[in-house]
């Protein structure tokens, strides 16, 4: 972790406010999802933010649910969020929900329209909306303005007691129709909407908007600093001027600049359709920008963390290349995972001169980067080996350091072998090649005096295990899906899942752990899949081992 690094713009207004003293310098922040999705890498930085000013500064962090729609949520997003922010690595003070506030909410309401702050409108949202005015003209008010707060009390309860259908009523905020901020314009408060929710059951058919939910939330959690992304900042004359209204515990909301990421969707409406038209496979699948999906395909929590660290906070919108944080998963990963052999295009290698029958062990290093070592594992060499069939050139370019016909190569931790000949199919494609060892030339004892530039990966045909390789690309073709001509789903990379139905893996690979790393020599960083059996071993590739992505 940068740890010498300048303070954020957010980092610099906490520490303010902790050497004036403001609320005895307690910092109390909070995460506030909508469970109506699962959480991607863009509610990461939100995360490490909201959980990493709290550790710096010795405060708490509360999980909200904002749960105010009871349409779209539901408590598989609840269960998935929980799980996501424990696995980034935080602990929230406390599990909060909207919802549970919304007797408080009400009763603010109430109390906003005692002091003529709010009233019952019977107008349609489009009557609403024309009425709102544009940026360049005031809005026009009707009647429904001028009701006594009387007559708003009765009907705003009528409300919500169910007198009404849907989109009959709604309860606004009286503001000032000729605000240059269109969101002071009388926003609205409450809607109408007999839906049953996931957790009040069916106790409401009248539901706060954002506006009045959020700030309000905050206060009474009294959270100190409120922080959330930049499309918000219209919102903070509003979120102040409730709690101004109600004299509140003056919560105070800060923006920041959302986290955009290059060569994929993020917004969850947008991820939504994608697992609901069957472009990938779930929330989790290994291609999808979410928590769940980058743990599938073998990110971990500290690679992600790093990431965030690394983009650190902004007050303006920018694009993040994913190469970033391909950057942060490879550094990870290179000091911790242990590295395997495994043949994903096969082609078999013939030893003509060693002997029928023998068996070898050689080991292998675990992890050459850790120092001290990090253990070896065995595993067996015998006369038939599979090797990668691009390892091998029928008519090598003149810098070719692998395998051809009188060329000479080095098998990883064993022997060096020269090229002799090849068997073809009918169709002319390379079924063996055939080679001759150097005895003399065993890792680690090495006395042949033969210096080879290459050295390949192979696995024993006799001992292999066999599992499938899934190779991801990127999700989409172009930089930023959602800013083109038509529908994002047109730019969905159709290359983006490769499936080897059949690679060879050395046997210790059926040792594999899902989340564990694991290093494919000259392959890349895989971990096993989390639907894997011990029949049907199926490795996801996390990265490649360096950044080998051309634009298209
Ligand atoms: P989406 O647009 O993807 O549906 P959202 O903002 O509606 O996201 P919420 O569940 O409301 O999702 O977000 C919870 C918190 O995460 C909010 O404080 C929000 O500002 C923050 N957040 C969401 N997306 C990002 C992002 N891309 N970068 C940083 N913070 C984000
Ligand atoms: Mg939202």
Redesign the pocket.
């Known amino acids: 972790m940068s740890e010498e690094r300048s303070l954020n713009f957010i980092e610099e207004i906490v520490e303010a406010d902790i050497a004036a003293g403001k609320h005895d310098g307690r910092v109390l922040t909070r ?4 469970p109506n ?1 699962y959480l ?1 890498i ?2 990461a ?2 995360i490490c933010l909201n959980f990493g000013l709290a550790q710096k500064y010795n405060g708490k962090t509360n999980l909200r649910f ?1 749960d105010t729609n009871p349409v779209k949520e539901d408590v598989e997003y609840v269960d998935s969020i929980k799980e996501d922010v424990k696995w980034l690595g935080f602990e929230w003070a406390n599990e909060f929900y909207a919802s549970d506030y919304f007797d408080k909410l009400y009763d603010f309401a109430v109390e906003l329209i005692k002091k003529g702050f709010a009233y019952v409108d019977d107008s349609t949202a489009e009557e609403i909306a024309a009425q709102k005015g544009t940026p360049t003209e005031p809005g026009t008010g009707n009647e429904y303005r001028n009701r006594s707060v009387e007559e708003n009390l009765r009907l705003f309860a009528e409300m919500k007691d169910g007198k009404y259908p849907d989109g009959a009523k709604v309860l606004r905020a009286k503001i000032d129709l000729a605000s240059p901020n269109m969101l002071l314009r009388d926003p609205l408060m409450y809607r109408i909407k007999h839906a049953h929710h996931h957790r009040t059951g069916d106790k409401w058919c009248i539901y706060p908007m954002y506006d009045f939910a959020h700030g309000q939330s905050d206060a009474i959690e009294e959270i100190t600093h409120s922080i ?2 930049l499309e918000f900042v219209p919102h903070r004359a509003l979120y102040d001027l409730f709690i101004e209204r109600l004299n509140l515990f003056p919560s105070k909301q800060y923006e920041f600049a ?3 990421l290059n060569y994929t969707v ?4 947008k991820l939504l359709q994608l697992v609901e038209d069957g472009f990938v496979d779930g929330w989790d699948d290994p291609r999808m920008p979410t928590i769940s999906g980058l743990r599938r395909r073998g990110y971990t929590p500290a690679s992600i963390r790093e990431f965030c660290e690394r983009i650190g906070v902004a007050k303006r919108e920018n694009m993040i290349d994913v190469g970033l944080l391909e950057f942060c998963i490879r550094e990870d990963l290179n000091k911790t995972a242990w590295r395997r052999m495994a043949v994903l295009d096969p082609v078999k290698l013939i030893i003509d001169n060693y002997p029928e029958g023998q068996t070898d062990i050689f080991s292998g290093e675990n992890n050459p980067e850790v120092e001290g070592g990090d253990g070896s594992r065995e595993f067996p060499f015998g006369r038939e080996l599979w090797i990668e069939r691009d390892d091998f050139m029928e008519e090598p370019t003149k810098k070719y350091f692998r395998l051809g016909i009188g060329l000479m190569v080095r098998l990883k931790n064993a022997y060096i072998i020269k090229g002799e000949s090849i068997v073809k199919d009918a169709d002319g494609n390379i079924t063996e090649i055939h080679c001759s060892y150097i005895p003399e030339s065993k890792s680690g004892n090495d006395t042949s005096g033969i210096n080879v530039k290459g050295t390949i990966h192979w696995v024993s045909v006799e001992h292999a295990k066999t599992a499938e390789v899934r190779l991801y690309d990127r999700l989409f073709k172009v930089e930023d899906p959602s800013n083109e001509d038509g529908d994002f789903k047109d730019y969905i990379n159709p290359d983006s899942l490769q499936v080897i139905k059949t690679a060879y893996i050395e046997p210790d690979l059926v040792n594999a752990v899902a989340g564990t790393p694991v290093q494919f020599m000259r392959k890349g960083y895989f971990t096993l899949d989390k639907n894997a059996t011990a029949d049907k071993l199926v490795f996801n590739r996390t990265v490649t081992l360096k950044d080998g992505w051309v634009k298209k």
């Open positions: 995460f506030p999802p909508e999705g991607h863009g509610h930085k939100s904002d959330c992304t959302r986290l955009n993020m917004s969850k409406r």
